[in-house]
């Protein structure tokens, strides 16, 4: 429109207590996450004539948004009050009433006091409620609306739990009632298990964060919404276990429904969920792959063969479910083999454990018991986004035992150049390095350097109570190969896990 008609506009809009602002009309939006510039922005002033009445916002939502976001504040002098709820074209989608001062929905999941759903396009409303404006009281508004036109990672935290870079603790892989996890009721009898019960077991084992990985599911995220500012130690990532007749895999970050359903064990079928997963900036770990696939574990064993080199970020190399059966963390049903096929042919691939949980209230004595292993990420901050860094970093260790306090970190120096796990040494044909390992909460145990796959009987070494240690200089050969570190008990048991370094040629 032109100058002179939009400021008729707005002057027209301003006595009806309205003004609109745009970003742009069909400009991208910036995730609501980030604060970044809003969509639309409603702004307007309500008097004492609004007073004991509803005032509604209109706004038309395009075609195509996946995710809409209200961010409302309004001045409270004199003690006003405006209380706020939302319609869409077709339905009532919620009231939040003063309770909220902002909202946010998407077709999984939405702000306590709203539905998610479908996001359709057309005439919407925030509705203002004034059960409070004084006489001569004049309270400004302003609603800023964020849309997001695609799937993207979604935080169901406003902030970071902690700003603070460091490691954090938690469980990959667990389930509850929205597919096949089980808890016992107040009568004792097993019932498909709620979404707040598996969170209460993982904030009272002291973990800072899970991932509830339902089956297939996009159920639970919507509950781990609601549930995240309630539990504000513990942060919920979205996740969910693409469970098909070829294998499971693990898809974290994204709420987007992904279609799990292959026709057969082949890439072509494969790439449909795993690429709309990377376009949503997910992270897809290859689940206990070493498993049988039968009538025992159906679809459990990785039977995909012809993956492109990358497609996998991680792979689940410890299971908790597997050590139950098979009383050891390193059986050859576990993700070893599989791990080091993928890192033989190249590929950076961190390694992860998860407790495979289908019983929160599973003792933690029990092996496979929620949390048991914990897998340790080193994050820049705990959020979603941290965590999915840190994973993709390979800075990263599985605790079996899911302790509170081990420590597991390799480090590998030549020269100016400086790795810790997950990052890469360029070295020529006779150039060494350096390596010290940091291991603590391990009362005493032996260390373990492991090669290209392999342990190295050279390197390794017995220690007692917290060490720093430093092992035989690594020396090039002008070839690629990965080193790593597990540490072992008194009788050989395997304690903790650690990810790689990987040496590559200088050029």
């Given at each position: ?285 290859i689940n206990h792959p070493g498993a ?29 479910g597997t050590m139950r059966e098979t ?181």
């Amino acid at each position: 429109m032109g100058k002179r008609f939009a400021s008729a506009f707005l002057a027209l809009s301003c006595a009806f207590g309205l003004s609109v602002a745009t970003a742009g009309a069909q400009a991208p939006a910036t995730s609501a996450a980030d604060a970044g510039a809003p969509w639309r922005v409603l702004e307007g002033d309500l008097g004492h004539d609004r007073f004991e009445h509803y005032t509604e916002l209109p706004f038309d939502l395009p075609p195509g948004v996946t995710r809409v976001t209200i961010r409302f504040t309004y001045d409270r002098a004199q003690h006003s009050v405006i209380d706020l709820g939302l319609r869409d074209p077709q339905r009532f989608r919620g009231w939040g009433g003063g309770a909220h001062d902002h909202m946010t929905l998407s077709t999984e999941d939405a702000t306590q006091g709203y539905l998610p759903g479908p996001l359709p396009a057309g005439h919407w409303n925030l509705i203002l409620g004034a059960p409070n404006i004084r006489p001569g009281a004049k309270a400004h508004y302003q609603a800023q609306i964020f849309i997001e036109r695609k799937p993207t990672i979604t935080e169901f935290a406003d902030a970071p739990l902690s700003s603070h870079p460091g490691w954090y603790r938690g469980d990959l892989h667990m389930h509850s009632g929205d597919s096949d996890g089980h808890c016992r009721s107040q009568a004792g009898k097993s019932v498909s298990c709620p979404v707040y019960r598996v969170v209460e077991t993982a904030a009272a084992r002291g973990l800072d964060f899970i991932a509830l990985t339902d089956h297939n599911s996009t159920a639970h995220f919507n509950a781990l919404r609601e549930l995240q500012p309630a539990f504000d130690k513990l942060l919920l990532v979205p996740g969910r276990e693409i469970t098909t007749f070829w294998g499971h895999s693990n898809v974290f970050g994204p709420t987007d429904v992904l279609d799990f359903r292959m026709g057969s064990p082949h890439w072509d079928q494969a790439r449909r969920w795993i690429d709309a997963a990377h376009a949503e900036g997910g992270i897809v770990s290859i689940n206990h792959p070493g498993a049988p696939s039968g009538e025992i574990c159906m679809g459990c064993g990785w039977r995909v063969d012809d993956l492109p080199q990358g497609v996998a970020d991680a792979v689940e190399v410890v299971n908790g479910g597997t050590m139950r059966e098979t009383g050891a963390a390193d059986s050859p049903l576990q993700g070893f083999a599989y791990w080091n096929r993928l890192l033989k042919s190249g590929a950076h691939v961190t390694g992860i454990g998860g407790s495979d949980s289908h019983e929160a209230d599973r003792p933690l004595t029990e092996a496979g018991a929620l949390g048991m292993p914990t897998t340790v990420v080193y994050m820049p901050e705990l959020s979603v986004h941290g965590l999915l860094a840190g994973l993709r970093s390979g800075r990263v260790f599985i605790d079996v035992e899911s302790t509170h306090d081990r420590i597991l970190n390799l480090t590998a120096k030549a020269g100016p150049q400086q790795a810790e796990m997950g990052g890469t040494l360029r070295l020529r044909a006779g150039d060494s390095a350096d390596l010290a390992v940091e291991v603590k909460g391990v009362s005493s145990g032996t260390l373990q350097l492991i090669v290209d796959g392999e342990s190295d009987g050279a390197r390794r070494v017995a220690f007692a109570g917290d060490a720093s240690l430093s092992l035989s200089p690594w020396r090039a050969d002008g070839r690629a190969h990965w080193l790593r570190a597990d540490v072992r008990d008194a009788q050989g048991r395997l304690l903790l896990v650690g990810n790689p370094i990987y040496i590559a040629a200088a050029r």
